[in-house]
């Protein structure tokens, strides 16, 4: 029979603290206003599963046995696993399977049905199908790799025993969905099989109801016939007898499912499922199973989603739910929260988003004018194959804010994005010979997301570092530069500029201090070669003029390093 153990630790050695009674398995520990909740499943000698709330008030370290949410109804919570402190004197458990989610008050001594996210919802877009398979996740999916006793075998992995001429081991070699599957080596050869927990440790089922088992077969040398067998205990954990799916062949080169459905006895309490293969050669002719399903019903259909967690934010529950049995491709996985705890206002999609919004910041140089060259952005590669080495529908969005004013995009940062530079460090320009981004505060806005995609998780963003320089430093060249109408053989056809109007426009560029291109050819005799500088213009004087305009102007250009 199940128990659960709360220790403690004092003066490094540790205790136990708390024993729960027979049959009660703690599945997450809670803490709140001095009171230290245990919150878990209660196994009945029906072989059914519900909810329980244990507290232990740290004052007087007596637990006190609060509820069984919905046993009065008769409903099964079978993974009543997540929960979290709830604002002042309250928490929130819920059930990982169903979606049911509860909430105690402490001082009212009071639970109820926070919210149902299998019914509940208004408008949010809130998609939660349960979770309906009767095996554990780790029997489900392999892919704990714990190794542990069996009921009946000396070894198992993950809730598997060898039931005929078998070894059984963790494979990551092959895998139909996660990381891993269940590997069945041959000992020595003959039709092979294993089990998941049997008897009284079995799923619990019901008399006289339809059920469906599946698994997803693989070979490694050699095809060979495979099928799912259903076996059915009573109460006592005795066999009654078993139900075996028509046989299907596997492949070395891709998976093959293998079904059994079939009504259970009036008197079955619980059901173990077996994954059989017939003739195997030798040790050397092993097999792979993965994706174990056992749900009621006609159809060896999804297994639904769990609850990965509720936490709360100030005013906000925040908790995610995600396909702990996917078909192999893809996760579902939504983030979901609840705005001042009033469920119409949860929100809810695929979507993940997280955004950082920095101070204002004058670079150290308080009272100075910089131009903002651009943003230099490094990230992890995630999809090598992509142009920028994001995943498709992460995002990396960037924005500033130039001395208070409203938020100008960047760059957003996605899959088809080239980056300037190698993939995960891409630089984002935004000065240059044209346009001059010039600023005494700067603030920058940082946004990740998944551009609201199922499976996508947002990018793991390393760094964002902000490319800047003083408009007032620079390499210096003072020139005399002569300033008079452009003549129709000495000008561009585009253009004819009046000298006053060129001085106009040079007292301009040093005046808004904008950045501007300057082709410096004077060290060569070659009127095609010449070095490329981006610069500021500084102190423009007439030296020399006429009444209409013409002379001499003294100037001084400054570089900016870009």
């Known amino acids: 029979m199940t128990q659960g153990f709360v220790w403690e630790c004092r003066n490094d050695v540790g205790r136990p603290f708390w024993v729960s009674p027979p049959g009660f398995s703690i599945k997450k520990l809670v803490y709140n206003t001095g009171i230290l909740f245990a919150i878990g499943n209660q196994s009945s000698s029906g072989g059914k599963k519900f ?62 049905l926070f919210d149902d996210l299998a019914n509940g919802g208004t408008g949010d877009g809130m998609s939660f199908t349960p979770y309906d398979n009767l095996l554990s996740f780790q029997q489900a999916s392999i892919e704990i790799g714990q190794t542990y006793r069996h009921p009946l075998y000396a070894s198992a992995v993950d809730g598997w025993g060898p039931e005929a001429n078998c070894t059984l081991t963790r494979s990551v070699t092959q895998q139909y969905s996660g990381l891993s599957s269940l590997l069945l080596t041959p000992s020595p050869s003959g039709t092979i099989s294993a089990i998941t927990d049997t008897g009284t440790a079995g799923a619990p089922v019901s008399g006289s109801t339809q059920y469906t088992a599946g698994a997803w077969f693989r070979a490694q040398t050699a095809a060979r016939s495979c099928n799912v067998i259903i076996r059915w205990y009573d109460s006592s954990g005795t066999i009654i007898s078993s139900s075996s799916g028509s046989t299907v062949s596997d492949s070395t080169s891709a998976w093959t499912q293998a079904t059994v459905t079939d009504t259970s006895p009036s008197n079955a309490v619980y059901a173990a499922v077996a994954v059989q293969v017939a003739s195997t050669s030798s040790p050397a002719d092993p097999h792979y199973v993965d994706a174990v399903i056992l749900r009621a019903g006609a159809s060896v259909a999804s297994a639904g989603q769990k609850i990965a967690f509720l936490n709360l934010h100030g005013t906000r529950l925040f908790g995610a739910t995600y396909d702990p049995l996917s078909d192999g491709t893809t996760t579902s996985l939504q983030v979901f929260s609840y705005d001042d705890l009033v ?37 992890e590669i995630t999809d090598a194959a992509t142009a920028s080495g994001l995943i498709a529908n992460s995002r990396i969005k960037v924005e500033y804010s130039l001395d208070g004013a409203a938020y100008a995009t960047a760059a957003t940062i996605t899959s088809a994005t080239s980056p300037v530079g190698a993939k995960g460090d891409h630089f984002v320009q935004l000065s240059d010979g044209t346009t001059t981004y010039k600023f005494n505060r700067l603030k920058v806005r940082l946004t990740l997301d998944n551009n609201a995609t199922a499976g996508v998780a947002p990018p793991v963003l390393l760094g964002v570092t902000v490319e800047a320089q003083p408009i007032a430093y620079a390499r210096i060249w003072d020139l005399a530069v002569q300033v008079e109408d452009e003549e129709q053989n000495l000008r561009p056809a585009s253009r004819a500029e009046a000298g006053s109007q060129i001085h106009a426009d040079l007292v301009a560029l040093a005046t808004n201090k904008d950045l501007v291109t300057f082709l410096d050819g004077a060290w060569s005799d070659q009127p095609a070669i010449y070095d490329t500088h981006t610069v500021i213009v500084e102190s423009p004087r007439s030296v020399l003029g006429d009444s209409i305009g013409n002379g001499t102007m003294a100037l001084r250009l400054r570089s900016v390093l870009t």
């Open 51 to 112: 909810g329980g709330i244990w507290a232990i008030p740290l004052a007087t370290r007596s637990p006190i046995f609060i509820s069984a949410p919905r046993k009065h109804r008769n409903s099964q919570l079978t993974d009543f696993s997540v929960g979290c402190p709830g604002p002042g004197a309250t928490i929130f458990a819920g059930d990982a399977t169903s979606g049911k989610v509860f909430l105690y008050d402490i001082e009212r001594d009071a639970i109820s």
């Open 343 to 379: 469920i119409e206002n949860r929100d809810s999609s695929q979507s993940i988003t997280g955004t950082l919004e920095t101070a204002q910041w004058d670079m150290g140089l308080p009272m100075e004018q910089k131009a903002l060259i651009g943003f230099r952005v490094t990230y």
